[in-house]
């Protein structure tokens, strides 16, 4: 596709549920990560990912997120037993390159977390 | 480190200019603009890199002050279209993962 796609584009759950948000990155891009943004913030690192390998989850807030990318293009972020504070947008970014500060990220739309 | 923009939000008529800035305490490595319209996706607008590099693809311009720490966002002759939450993302170190700033509210009026 031309750009970064995330799906679903708004999810509601109740509190405890699990989700799990879906992001296909630009074709042949390695590296993918995962933001979240609060309302009136600016995005916020979760994680890393250099094709399947996960090189960084020092943003995840607690083990309750998990992300994937098995085979080095979809990921996925997974959030078990959600609590109200979840509730945000989240972010993909995709890049060309390895991990540069020097290349752009491209992000797609967000998926709208409400958690009731 | 957050990096602080500033001004947090500001009003045009079309064909004004703007000036947006953003700062860190930290020393800077590159910094990248980003503009989002209300439920879409941040659109890459420009990288500053140390040494006085930029990439970017649109009609804006920036600067990157390596002594000072801060970078300056250009906006002229605005257009309605650039209208957004413009974000500033800065490395922490020389590599990928970016801290953003919390965002300048820009509102370009007829």
């Known amino acids: 596709g031309a750009g970064v796609s995330q799906s679903p584009r708004y999810k509601v759950a109740k509190r405890g549920q699990d989700v799990a948000l879906r992001c296909d990155p630009i074709s042949g891009h390695v590296s993918l990560f995962w933001y979240q943004q609060a309302l009136g913030q600016g995005p916020e690192f979760l994680t890393y990912f250099q094709n399947e390998a996960q090189l960084d989850k020092s943003g995840l807030p607690s083990d309750r997120f998990f992300a994937e990318r098995p085979e080095g293009s979809v990921s996925t972020l997974k959030i078990q037993r959600t609590q109200q504070e979840d509730s945000a947008v989240y972010l993909c970014?995709?890049?060309?390159?390895?991990?540069?500060?020097?290349?752009?990220?491209?992000f797609g739309d967000g998926t709208r977390l409400s958690i009731l | 480190q957050q990096p602080v923009q500033s001004p947090q939000a500001v009003i045009l008529r079309e064909g004004e200019d703007a000036v947006i800035n953003c700062s860190s305490s930290k020393a800077l490595y590159s910094v990248h603009w980003y503009r989002q319209k209300h439920g879409e996706a941040p659109v890459f607008l420009m990288i500053?890199?140390?040494?006085?590099e930029q990439k970017g693809h649109e009609k804006i311009s920036a600067s990157f002050n390596e002594k000072k720490q801060q970078s300056s966002l250009y906006l002229t002759a605005s257009q309605l279209s650039y209208s957004g939450t413009y974000f500033c993302?800065?490395?922490?170190?020389?590599?990928?993962?970016?801290?953003f700033g919390k965002g300048t509210l820009l509102t370009v009026n007829p």
């Open positions: 500053l890199l140390k040494g006085g």
């Open positions: 970014a995709s890049s060309l390159a390895g991990p540069l500060s020097n290349q752009p990220q491209h």
């Open positions: 993302g800065t490395p922490q170190s020389s590599n990928y993962k970016l801290t």
